[in-house]
């Protein structure tokens, strides 16, 4: 299968969980995670109609994303991955969505970025579910007060939350903390599930699920496929 056939199924099974959970059809974005790939790789898809990506790496994607944005200039680009303070001003030039908001700094440095490049950017908070010592996002139940500071203080536009449940558990549970973590704190958007589980998340309220390797293939070193 070419990776547009794969993209095609992608889509497919979101359709399918949208009408087992039923919701609508097209409530649930997909996003596609071309990390590792490069510009020749992705084009097809782009082609093919896909116009929301992830990518995990600032640095990476400045090589390839200001070309194909420029392409293709309604692509919708989220940062998936940590981010970095001193990569803040490179984020908010580059990409429309970042999903990785987990500390102060790094959201007084976003915040400041927005204001001084005057780009608005879409935020969503990283909560780590699982509270694995290894993995980003604020515990869960710091996500109030976090919120909170970030609305309140930084004015930064919070529009979801993001998780990645553990490898080796379950992911019910925690797509199902994250939803009502979101509904206690106001926020509409909810990124959760990858290429093993994102039928489960749109069944728990993904309004966005990031899938890589089902479309991509496995990229190599990847601990937990997208």
Not at 145 to 151: I, K, L, P
Not at 153 to 159: S, Y
């Amino acid at each position: 299968m070419t990776r547009v056939d794969q993209w095609n199924e992608v889509l497919s099974r979101i359709h399918v969980a949208e009408d087992g959970a039923a919701r609508a059809r097209g409530s649930v974005a997909l996003v596609a995670v071309s990390k590792t790939f490069d510009a020749d790789a992705i084009r097809p898809v782009i082609t093919a109609g896909q116009r929301v990506f992830g990518e995990n790496r600032v640095q990476e994607s400045q090589g390839k994303w200001p070309e194909l944005k420029a392409e293709t200039p309604d692509i919708t680009l989220h940062l998936i991955g940590p981010l970095q303070s001193n990569k803040a001003a490179d984020a908010v030039a580059l990409f429309d969505v970042i999903e990785t908001i987990d500390r102060e700094k790094i959201a007084r440095a976003v915040a400041a970025e927005i204001a001084r490049q005057g780009k608005p950017v879409r935020i969503y908070v990283q909560v780590n579910t699982g509270l694995e010592p290894q993995k980003a996002g604020i515990a869960p139940e710091e996500t109030a007060a976090f919120v909170t500071m970030c609305r309140d203080t930084l004015n930064l536009p919070v529009e979801g939350l993001m998780c990645i449940p553990p490898a080796d558990e379950n992911p019910g549970p925690h797509f199902a903390l994250l939803a009502k973590l979101a509904a206690e704190n106001g926020v509409e958007k909810l990124s959760m599930g990858m290429s093993g589980d994102f039928d489960v998340a749109i069944a728990f309220g993904a309004t966005s699920v990031r899938v890589g390797s089902a479309i991509f293939g496995l990229r190599e070193a990847a601990v937990h496929p997208a």
